[in-house]
């Protein structure tokens, strides 16, 4: 009997590509799937229309009857598209997207005939059985019920049959357990707040909207090369694995031509994506081999949000067509590149205005410093919060180690406005002379659209970039609901606004200066106090921490540390403040991750002390029996010399029963000190001794399992090796 790494092997060698033809245009296809505006006005009565667009633009409620028609036209709708069932779909605190399909179907009282029923009842409102998804305690000590709402700014879509609802799901007593709750009002804060301020330079604006556009990384391998490794089966990542011969180191992989079965699992990947109204836009290679990258056009936050955890269920259903596995985790493979996940930012107003980029005029162009000095103002204040947002047990193997941003916060703006900021700092105190002010506007305002424009210098160390009319926060692993850290830039960046419009207001009302004046002279006091945050130079280098250290900012490298940043009592305050979350639902989420981040250390701990044992050790005891007999054999043959023939062999032998030696009593003492540790009831204690004491004792294990990889006969090696898992194709 083969090992499952030969079968899995043979059985790759035989996968041909499934060719994807495209017939349509992506245009014709965009949004076919989609309950979306055009849909609308075809299915919708003008009432009802207009009621939706009041609740998408101005968050207000739809009436009972209204939601009756809504829910009865989308059923026709629906039905006329195959679909026989409808589902609340909601994104759960677990990570991934949560549904429960309910048929269309009912029985038509005692008549023994059945009919199609959806009302405004079922689109408005369900209670799915809560109790088994995390909530941080909430739960337990309130009311055991959950419900999901409809959340009528994100269009419902039909996905595999099902017409499926974006959904808000919030326990019975309103605190939120989901990602898109407590998103929809830091979006709500950010629009209040940015809505104000854009004010001051347009009357008109009624409405801003923060955008984002995500770029996914991921790794593609053979599905059956992926179920030969438990260890990704389990864990999503290897946990053991030498590093093969060749890896990243050439960059032939980076931008190089697609392979065939990747390009026609993105190519059918796309066309869903199409359909569900994802606008996917670019598709490449990434640095490591099998690595890729899909990213959208950027849209609002709320619906680009649901748009890519849809998106990373769709991947891997796609993928099953297609032979294939997508790998989401930060980082599958040692020694190669892993996979984060961009996330552009910026804020738009109803008139369609970039606040995020200088217009044409003077005025526009100082709008545009405001938002971009008070986006940098709110990442000082907030360095640490913003850390947190990126923080899982999986994204600890990614940051900080040369490969993607430090787990230090900073902001690049490149060199060229770092010198407009500079100019700004010498702004005189209090009013202005009529030469000065034509100065700035002539001198330093106005040039700022000719340095945008050639401003192509990019950091790709830094976690936090200006990259022309958008900031890029780089440091979101791939695994990541972009919900967590849109909450928190989209808050901080409100309660920065709040509080730049009271100190601007002041100074107007109280100092008699001029709106432009007053701008200028309270921009000038954020530079200077914003100074730390921002670094131009090698994020990577071992002179940052220390330069970092200096300034006094945080360097939290792991996510036990980085999690504490939530529970601050600076971000309760900040996200009670903002409505963003309460004290209890911040809690509960620190909560959450926490455990999560326990759960999945523990895991992988299972697993290796599994695979070492059940998979390693064996094997390596057949090979060593080999060389025993090879061994005797020699010793039949020449007797007292056999050992001038026999010594490499019994060196392997001897190395073997070393490992060996070393992984049980590691795997041993790692068992131990689980023990111990999950006796801890203190989380942040449980997670700290998980990451300090348990973590570490992986790399030792692996150390020797990788040693073993590379002497043992690689006939009888029963896991799928680096080589084929990064190079099959
Ligand atoms: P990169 O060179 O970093 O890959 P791209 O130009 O490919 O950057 O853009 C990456 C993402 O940024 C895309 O999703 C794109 O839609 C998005 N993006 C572009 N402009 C904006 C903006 N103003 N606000 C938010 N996202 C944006
Ligand atoms: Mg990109």
Known sequence: MPTLRFQALKETLRRNSIVIKETERRSALFGENVFNQTTMLQYLTKDAYDSVIDAIDNGSKISRSIADQIASSMKEWALSKGVTHYTHWFQPLTGATAEKHDAFFETLGNSGKGIEKFGGSQLVQQEPDASSFPSGGIRNTFEARGYTAWDPSSPAFIYETTLCIPTVFVAYTGEALDYKTP???????????????????????KKVNAQLGWEQEFFLIDSALAISRPDIVMTGRTLLGHSSAKGQQLDDHYFGTIPARALNFMRDLEIECMQLGIPVKTRHNEVAPNQFEVAPIFEETNLAVDHNSLLMDVMGRVAVRHHLKVLLHEKPFAGVNGSGKHNNWSLETNTGINLLSPGKTPMSTLQFLTFFINTIKAINENEELMRAGSASASNDHRLGTNEAPPTIMSVFIGQQLNKVLKELEGVTDGKLSPQEKTDLKLNVIG?????????????????????????????????????????????????QLIDFKKEVDVLIDKKGLKKDEAIFNVLREYIKQSKNILFEGNGYSPEWQKEAKKRGLSNNKTTPEALSAKISEKNITLFEEMGVMNRTETEARYEIEIEEYIKRIQIEGRVLADVSRNHVIPTVIKYQNILINNVLGLKELYGKDF????????????EISIHIGKINAKVSEMTEARKKVNKLSDLSKKATQYCNTIKPMFDEIRYSCDKLELIVDDELWPLTKYRELLFSR
């Open 447 to 495: 040039k700022i659209p000719e340095i945008l424009l050639d401003n192509t210098d990019r950091n790709r160390t830094s976690p936090f970039a200006f990259t022309g009319n958008k900031f890029e926060f780089r440091a979101v692993g791939s695994k990541a609901n972009c919900a967590n850290p849109m909450i928190i830039l989209n808050t901080i960046v409100a309660k």
């Open 643 to 654: 050992k001038e023939y026999s010594k490499e062999q019994i060196e392997i032998i001897e």
């Open 183 to 205: 998103l929809l009002r830091a979006l709500q804060a950010v629009d209040n707040a940015a809505t104000a301020v854009a004010k001051y330079f347009d009357k008109n604006v």
